[in-house]
């Protein structure tokens, strides 16, 4: 997926690193010509710990990019995220010109559909203020393009910002449409489905594991976190070999119906943690394996030995 991230502040920036570590193509626009062209050459504007060294890797990638140019980066975005400021109007209240700036760039360039998401702090009516603002440089253009509105709150503490992205709590969406709530769920989907692995994986190396990763799509996040604590394979049976045992933690499809046979021959011993209850208990006990799954009442017997022969 590409999407645009609109202003190069604190929040856009830690958004446009986070979203390009996980794969999506990211724009970052501003129309600061001096930020811009500073982030170009590698120079962040703000310090947080582990936000340098994201920018880069993803800008070397070619998954980050940051431009004063907004036409092309709307058109070919699904969802663009407002994340400009909102300062203090005379009145003390949120001061909407820059974000119904943007909600009027997306109306002037947007030709498909697209999802225009607040991530700016804002007040309540501001979404319908976003959609006007939108529909009336489309009636402008006498063109009909579909679009949601949606708003995205932010909640990031300081100095923990990437984590807090990462692996969030929650994440609030205010949303009109099933394919607003579709685009922003699967947007979302890594940061939280790998959220738990994460720290299951932690754990196991803590206890004192030799941790073997296989991942479908998230193998540079994980490097992220793990660096060379664990080794990564690009093949799942790969991964296998001379293990002890099988912890299934994510839900990937490609888990769902695996090659038995060769699971039970390529690893030490047929044991099997599914932390997602992918795979039915019963048949798992007939193939031989000893399966542990969640919400299960089975005694540790087998995993204690593992652990402690691992350390
Ligand atoms: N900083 C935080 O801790 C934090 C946390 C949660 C929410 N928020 C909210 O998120 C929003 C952004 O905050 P921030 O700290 O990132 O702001 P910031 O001031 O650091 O950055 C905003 C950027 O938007 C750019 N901009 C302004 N108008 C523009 C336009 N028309 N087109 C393109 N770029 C434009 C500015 O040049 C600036 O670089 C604010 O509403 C803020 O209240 C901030």
Redesign the pocket.
């Known amino acids: 997926m590409r999407i645009t991230i609109?202003?190069?502040?604190?929040?856009?920036l830690v958004a446009g690193a986070c979203f390009s570590e996980v794969g999506i193509d990211v724009v970052c626009?501003?129309?600061?010509h001096n930020?811009i062209g500073n982030l170009n050459k590698g120079i962040i504007p703000i310090y947080k710990r582990g936000l340098e060294e994201m920018i880069t890797r993803n800008m070397k990638k070619n998954r980050l990019k940051f431009t004063i140019n907004?036409s092309e980066p709307i058109k070919e975005s699904e969802v663009v995220f407002i994340?400009?400021?909102?300062p203090s109007d005379e009145d003390g209240s949120?001061d909407l010109k820059?974000v119904l700036?943007?909600a009027r760039?997306c109306g002037k360039h947007m030709d498909d559909y697209t999802l225009v998401v607040t991530?700016?702090?804002?007040p309540v009516g501001t979404s319908s203020k976003v959609k006007t603002a939108i529909q009336v440089e489309l009636n402008k253009r006498k063109v009909y393009i579909d679009f949601d509105v949606a708003s995205n709150?932010?909640?990031?503490k300081?100095g923990a910002a990437i984590d807090d992205f990462l692996k969030p709590d929650r994440i609030v969406f205010a949303i009109e449409s099933s394919r607003a709530e579709e685009l922003l769920r699967s947007l979302y989907k890594p940061f939280v489905r790998e959220a738990p692995s994460l720290e299951i994986v932690a754990k196991l190396l803590e206890a004192g594991a030799r941790v073997n990763g296989y991942n479908p799509v998230a193998t540079e996040e994980i490097k992220h976190y793990f660096e060379n604590t664990i080794t990564y394979f690009e093949d799942q049976y790969e991964a296998l070999i001379n293990s002890d045992c099988l912890a299934v933690l994510t839900e990937w499809s490609e888990f769902r119906i695996p090659n038995y046979n060769l699971v039970d021959k390529l690893s030490n011993r047929s044991v099997i943690l599914d932390s997602r209850n992918i795979y039915d208990r019963l048949e798992m006990k007939d193939k031989g394996f000893k399966y542990f799954c969640i919400g299960v009442d089975t005694s540790n017997d087998v995993l204690k030995p593992l652990l402690s022969s691992a350390s």
């Open positions: 609109v202003g190069s502040g604190y929040v856009a626009v501003d129309v600061d930020k907004i994340s400009v400021g909102t949120a820059y700036a943007v760039d991530k700016s702090a804002v709150l932010e909640f990031l300081e």
